[in-house]
């Protein structure tokens, strides 16, 4: 874990705590060692970050490529393991380094359906991910988000404050046998698979009780003489848009964290300079006169 992914790391879970109530269900169900893909729902921006700090380790992720055509983004995302990715049709190129980063032991966040959701809901799994499988057999946590979609929306909307959970689910191993029956079905029918297990996933209605600020855990009173009533407008998300005295206080943190990632670095090159040692050959002695 290089200082610029330690650095994104740890500011992610102090604003996730801060900011999202940011909590995770069934942490010990995550694989920490040796290579996983970490297969979850995309609902926003936020995803990533988020995802990324339910593991102990540094993991891989894959972002659009457009975001490369940003000078400050070109240098700084693969200093966050991040892998470049073309959403028009299939990236070989994308999914060949992520296959060569699992099989290197690593870990990697996947998500099976493509690109972020409009409405919250989830959607088809793309069949990237099942070749990613089958060339690999890596085991799949499969994780679920609650809350990303609400916080930060697809087609704007503004960030709100709404807590974010992530509910991790029973690795799927997946085994030789799983790829008997080859054929044009046989990457979607993975992908569908880790699909399946995403969308079995809900909050833990026992956890709910034990956090009564989460959006989901409201407590439904119903009035019997209200069953023929016509029902009223389902009820919105309370949220809270970002403030001012908010966005500069995550700008002195961001700031704070960068000019300490720059000194860092320029006491590491120092280090470099001062402990540089020159080796020169010894003189071969003379040979003496007999």
Known sequence: MNIYYWLGYHLSRLVGRLFFHFRVIHRERMIQTGPVILAM????????PVAGITCD????????RTLMNTPLLRWFLPKLNVIPVNQEGIDRSALKALIRVLKSGNAALVFPEGSRTLDGNLQPAEPGLGLVIAKTLAPVVPMRIFGAHEALPRGGGGLHFVPITIVVGEPIFFTAADLDSPGKHLYP????RVMD??????????????????FLARKIEIDPSSMNSPRPPPEQFQTSRLSKSTLVLMLIIVGSLA??????????????EVETVVVRPAASPTPQAR
Not at 41 to 48: E, G
Not at 197 to 214: E, F, V, W
Not at 259 to 272: C, E, K, V
Request: hydrophobic share 45%; glycine share 2%.
């Open 259 to 272: 000019l300490l990632a720059i000194f860092a670095n320029i006491q590491s090159f120092r280090r470099g």
């Open 41 to 48: 729902n995309h609902q926003s921006y936020l995803d990533p």
């Open 189 to 192: 029918r993975l992908s569908q």
């Open 197 to 214: 297990a995403i969308s079995a996933l809900r909050l833990n209605q026992c956890a709910l009780l034990t956090n009564p600020h989460h």
């Open 57 to 64: 380790r540094a993991i891989y992720f894959l972002a659009k």
